[in-house]
């Protein structure tokens, strides 16, 4: 074992070493002035504080954490998972529907005849508890999770749902209810009301369950909904604990009405938000139920700590500007919820952050994308024949382990407030969830975190939405704490689009290269594509001298240039170009590049525009002032 270790040491020296000779390198230096090791310099922090390293070896190998099926439950809740089917594909039905019950019902027998194999039903809006019979017509409840979201109407819709499965007629061939066939009648009381999704109360909610515990049903009361604080803005680490913390609540309400721990601990399943960080997802999968393991431990039954998963695609990730690129972010998240081990996963439409009379897609389109994408991943794929294929990872099982150890913490942490309730009560929860999306969003607005088609490669020339869509109280799935990661870029797209529709023409910025194209092309495209995220068109003429700065500017209806050259041109060039521009009567003259390329620090331009900055902050202060230098204000959501 020592040699291996020295072999291993002497290994990671030797990579430690080059990759130092590299980034000193990359940077023109020598390696003794690097700020840091290799490894620190290519670590990479997660937005809950965890640190992932460039590289895992034997080194960080980790005791076996079990067999599928059994404690700690790390690598799944089932052990006799179907690798024929792998998850479930639940598709989700009832959102809105202008449909008829019977035509309801037609549309699902059509999602099972072409893939899916589980069912998640809106209940309340367009399907009422009344209609449960003729939607479910033809549908073997036996065989299919039916999961229900019901808000106020849970009590008669569950009652409803649970009587037509004592009274429907079985499948042909029967089969012995699993993880992934179990149901849920989607009670989430005390989520829900950190999100203001309508619900019942959890007293009511408890007393369905102790109706449930004896019945001999396939079916379990409550689907604790990580998805609520995963959409206003929780990190993995705050999303696992609070959803965990909730589930604990929920625990004790139905021990304290008489339910036996063990039996309480088979009325529960949860709901993850899955996303497009896709090592992350498996290993978030993973880490609930490794926590959810260890609380039925405490509790003296870790043998009924198997947490059954619902994998949801995150609604908060997908965007209205290029719906298009939500079909690569959705699927990237159903391969991390298939892999980390979900039960059941649904796949949000691509154009479900869009309200539904704005879509410009069929439902049926939609739908059919969403359910092959996961049906890909299965058959094509074969994702699913394997069970917990990350498993053995240096890499999953360190950040599977790191990422539990961190939301217990913070589960322990609620715990000592007094459990969940007084932490949300107390507006504990509120802070920590308002905390984490204020530094998501920060870390979006300085561009850290890319949203291919909003903040990074927008395409300003896509057809404009019919209205701003700032508000997404319209959006299905969604709650009043919705914050998608693009909304305030998306916003700023809003006020072009309404500028365009008022004057023919959007906000304008001049830019101004200098040199060659081979000089100034690179810059000059980031300003293009860090202007366009803000809805500010950039108008390109070609190298300018400082001869012909004055008849651009007065063929471009701004107030506004950019310089856009290299450190070298600038010094010989950029002086009398920037007094140009000055003379011509431009008010604000910024540089693309870091402020320090300038040669003259006391004749310097009035900004810079680089990588790293305030993007929001400083599309907003643009269109602010080119549109008061324009004599009107059009669409401000700011």
């Not at 079990?66 to 039905?93: I, K, M, Q, S």
């Not at 700590?305 to 995150?314: K, M, Q």
């Not at 939609?366 to 699913?384: D, M």
């Not at 950019?562 to 540089?591: F, I, N, Q």
Request: charged share 20%; hydrophobic share 45%.
């Amino acid at each position: 074992m020592s040699q291996l270790t020295d072999s291993l040491d002497e290994a990671y020296r030797k990579w430690s070493s080059s990759a130092a000779a590299v980034l000193a390198k990359s940077r023109r230096v020598e390696v003794d002035q690097l700020p840091g090791d290799a490894e620190s310099l290519l670590a990479t922090t997660m937005a809950d504080g965890l640190t992932i390293r460039p590289l895992y070896t034997r080194k960080d190998e980790t005791v076996e954490p079990g067999l599928p099926g059994e404690y700690p439950f790390v690598r799944g809740a089932d052990p006799h998972r179907d690798v024929n089917v792998g998850w479930r594909v639940t598709e989700r039905f009832g959102d809105g529907e202008t449909r008829s019950a019977a035509e309801i019902n037609e549309a699902i027998l059509d999602a099972f005849v072409n893939g899916a194999s589980g069912l998640w039903l809106a209940v309340g809006d367009g399907v009422s508890a009344g209609d449960l019979a003729e939607v479910f017509t033809g549908v073997y409840l036996d065989l299919i999770p039916v999961t229900l979201d019901a808000g106020t109407d849970a009590v008669a819709a569950s009652r409803a749902y649970l009587e037509l499965r004592r009274t429907a007629q079985e499948a042909p061939v029967a089969a012995r209810p699993t993880a992934a066939t179990t149901g849920s009648l989607g009670l989430s009381p005390l989520t829900a009301a950190f999100a203001g999704r309508p619900t019942i109360t959890a007293a009511e909610a408890t007393g369905l369950a102790g109706e449930l515990v004896d019945s001999g049903q396939a079916v379990r009361a409550f689907r604790v909904d990580g998805a609520d604080f995963a959409t206003a803005g929780a990190d993995d680490s705050l999303q696992l604990a609070l959803t965990v913390a909730a589930a604990v609540a929920h625990l004790r309400d139905l021990t304290a009405a008489g339910i036996s721990a063990s039996k309480a601990l088979t009325q529960l399943t949860f709901a993850v938000s899955a996303d497009d960080n896709q090592f992350a997802t498996i290993a978030k999968f993973r880490a609930l139920r490794k926590i959810w393991a260890r609380v039925a431990d405490v509790v003296g039954k870790r043998e009924a700590g198997a947490a059954i998963t619902h994998g949801v695609t995150d609604l908060s990730m997908l965007t209205q500007r290029d719906p298009w690129v939500n079909m690569l972010r959705t699927t990237i998240a159903a391969f991390g919820a298939g892999v980390g081990g979900a039960d059941q996963v649904t796949v949000l439409g691509f154009d479900a952050a869009i309200p539904a009379d704005l879509r410009t897609s069929g439902a049926q389109f939609s739908r059919r994308i969403a359910r092959n994408t996961q049906l890909l991943l299965l058959e094509e794929s074969n994702i699913g024949r394997v069970i917990d294929p990350a498993g053995g990872s240096w890499f999953v099982e360190s950040l599977t382990d790191d990422l539990a150890a961190s939301a217990w913490n913070i589960f322990t942490e609620v715990e000592g407030l007094g459990g969940y309730r007084a932490a949300l009560d107390s507006g504990w929860i509120a802070d920590k969830v308002g905390a984490a999306l204020a530094a998501r969003d920060d870390s979006v607005a300085h561009r850290k975190i890319s949203v291919t088609g909003v903040n990074e490669f927008p395409n300003l020339g896509e057809k404009p939405i019919e209205r701003a869509l700032a508000d997404d109280s319209a959006v299905a799935t969604g709650t009043p704490k919705l914050a998608r990661v693009g909304r305030a870029f998306e916003g700023l797209r809003d006020r072009s689009d309404a500028r365009q529709e008022a004057t023919g023409a959007r906000p304008q910025v001049l830019m101004i290269p200098l040199g060659s194209v081979a000089e100034h092309n690179g810059r000059t495209t980031f300003v293009a594509n860090l202007l366009a995220s803000g809805g500010i068109d950039a108008v390109n003429p070609g190298p300018v001298t400082a001869e012909e700065v004055a008849g651009h500017v007065a063929s471009t209806p701004t107030s506004v240039a950019v310089l856009c050259g290299t450190k070298k041109r600038y010094a010989e060039d950029g002086p009398a170009v920037l007094a140009a521009a000055r003379a011509a009567g431009l008010s604000t003259v910024l540089l693309a590049g870091p402020a320090s390329e300038w040669p003259d620090p006391e004749n310097a331009p009035d900004g810079a525009l680089k990588v790293g900055i305030d993007a929001i902050a400083t599309l907003t202060g643009l269109v602010d002032q080119l549109e008061a230098a324009s004599g009107s204000t059009v669409g401000d959501q700011s």
